[in-house]
């Protein structure tokens, strides 16, 4: 492990601009990112994104590592740009997210055990514009705020099904505050989304004050602004907006900040650390999460609409055990397929087809497991070469920056085309119509229908001017359609949005298709049980 200052000056940062938290993590002032994106220069955007994914995930974030350490071994300054891990699935299904093998972020124990503490203040923010809501209501409700209107929940950096619907406001004394309510998990909520898409102190501000929580009296919408919320929120938020400088296991820089999960938010690093590595570094690797449906188009129609950022390619992961699972396999983990892997194909083919919708140029990453077999993997070349588009294998999880190089290479070209990315629906565009292209274009459904509820949502929002795009579609992330099960290339049928939620301070509305659930449960067998500390203080049991 090289000293983070050393890190720090590859990217021409000299001790004194960071705040260091120990010899191997640094926070960046928001000064000092000022003023290397004040100077103009900027690096080529890499997007890394992914075919269909089975429950563990297809290694986005391994690849992600591997090819900007690659590119780094090509001799090009290169810098990754990962979210921070949600202590949720580290206890829960998947573990930690800080790569595997010989492609991670260090120090992953500390990055999957709450870090710098960037969540801890999200979630802190959070619950404070919770219990200024409360407090108000106890102390008169000035405001005329119609209790039965709110929608902020409270948050958590843990699953836990059992807070999904609780009663708050049970103050016994004869008082009646009680109401019901929730809890999101943290990478659920919208100061979650909104710390990675602020620009800065002044715009996360205003960003905060524009919280939608309500109505008062007369259907005038309450704002976070006007429980004087804002200033205490920031505060709690001072240092978590700064990003966290790290590396990978090779020494390449890397920078961990935000935590939006993709198949409820927008799913990738923050603005700051993507301004910082564009501003610092030839090539900045930022991982979208999920696939293209979900976590690419968000980054073109949310994150580079607002920050202007254009992406000069995509690099799309596919596995062996991806494609049998949408092939239809009875098990796609164990067992080679050769005709399931040919069936899966077709789900391939619409996420290349996705990502040329995004005006993108596409980049095959065959992430290698060791159960993929010859065969299976000589399906894929002969597609990639109908198709037209570059395929290399990557093993960064057993060889590092070297199983990337030929990955890197073709990115390095890809770039070199020309192409920017290019949002699917124009600027202010209506609900409806921004949700109707993504379902024909990206889902290969007939449309969208809204459900009542949904219905009589978006008339109020229309009522209070906040009905236009972007909109950010909350579904499953292990098929395109809205059904889980439903594999390969669905067609022929239309999704119900359940519900509209606007998140104003993030700036996109969430339309809810098929269940999702913003408070994640523990499954049967959680990671936690597996997870100990042994008395010479070391952690066994956390996974990759």
Request: proline share 5%; charged share 20%.
């Amino acid at each position: 492990m090289r000293a983070v200052d050393e890190v720090g000056r590859e990217l021409g940062l000299d001790g004194a601009e960071l705040r260091r938290l120990g010899d191997e993590v640094a926070k960046v002032p928001l000064a000092t990112v000022r003023a290397r994106t004040a100077s103009g220069r900027r690096g080529r955007l890499v997007l890394v994104t992914a075919m269909t994914p089975t429950s563990h995930g297809e290694g986005k974030t391994v690849t992600s590592i591997g090819l900007a350490m690659a590119l780094r071994a090509l001799g090009h300054k290169a810098v990754v740009c990962l979210r921070q891990p949600s202590l949720g699935p580290v206890f829960g299904l998947k573990g930690g997210a800080a790569g595997g093998g010989r492609a991670t972020v260090e120090p992953a124990q500390e990055i999957n055990l709450g870090f710098t503490g960037d969540l801890e203040a999200v979630t802190n923010a959070h619950n404070l514009l919770a219990a200024l809501i409360d407090n108000h209501l106890h102390y008169g409700n000035v405001l005329a705020i119609e209790r039965s209107s709110l929608v902020w929940p409270r948050t958590l950096d843990l699953e836990d099904r059992a807070l999904r619907r609780v009663v708050v406001g049970v103050t016994g004394g004869g008082r009646d505050l009680a109401r019901e309510s929730s809890f999101v998990i943290a990478a659920a909520s919208e100061v979650t989304a909104i710390h990675a898409l602020a620009s800065g102190v002044p715009d996360l501000k205003a960003r905060l004050g524009r919280i939608l929580l309500g109505v008062r009296a007369g259907g005038i919408p309450l704002r976070a602004r006007d429980l004087s919320a804002v200033g205490a929120m920031a505060t709690l938020l001072r240092r978590a907006v700064e990003p966290n400088l790290v590396q990978t296991s090779d020494g390449t820089p890397a920078l961990v900040h935000g935590g939006p999960f993709a198949n409820i938010a927008h799913g990738t690093a923050s603005r700051l650390a993507i301004d910082l590595a564009l501003a610092t570094a030839d090539y900045a690797v930022v991982e979208a999460g999920f696939s293209t449906e979900l976590g690419a188009e968000k980054f073109v129609d949310i994150v580079a609409r607002s920050a202007g950022y254009s992406v000069d390619a995509a690099v799309v992961i596919v596995t062996v055990r991806g494609l049998r699972r949408q092939g239809g396999a009875a098990d796609p983990e164990h067992h080679a397929d050769v005709a399931a892997v040919e069936r899966g194909l077709a789900n391939l083919s619409q996420h290349l087809a996705n990502v040329r919708a995004l005006d993108l140029t596409p980049v095959l990453a065959l992430n290698r497991f060791p159960g993929d077999t010859p065969e299976e993997a000589a399906v894929l070349e002969r597609f990639a070469d109908r198709e037209g588009v570059p395929l290399a294998a990557s093993t960064a999880f057993a060889d590092g920056a070297a199983g990337a190089r030929e990955l890197a290479a073709l990115v390095v070209a890809a770039t070199a085309e020309g192409r920017h990315g290019r949002p699917l629906y124009p600027e202010g565009a209506r609900l409806e119509e921004a949700l109707t292209t993504l379902a024909r274009r990206l889902y290969g459904a007939d449309g969208v229908a809204l459900s009542q509820e949904a219905r009589q949502e978006l008339e109020h929002l229309e009522a209070i001017g906040e009905a236009s795009g972007p909109v950010c579609v909350a579904k499953t992330p292990l098929s395109l359609s809205d059904d889980p099960h439903r594999v390969g290339r669905p067609s022929g049928y239309t999704p119900t949005v359940r519900r509209l939620w606007r998140a104003a301070g993030a700036g996109f509305t969430v339309a809810y298709l098929g269940e999702i659930e913003t408070m994640p449960g523990l499954p049967a067998r959680p990671l936690a049980e597996t997870i100990d500390l042994g008395d010479d203080g070391r952690v066994t049991g956390l996974a990759p």
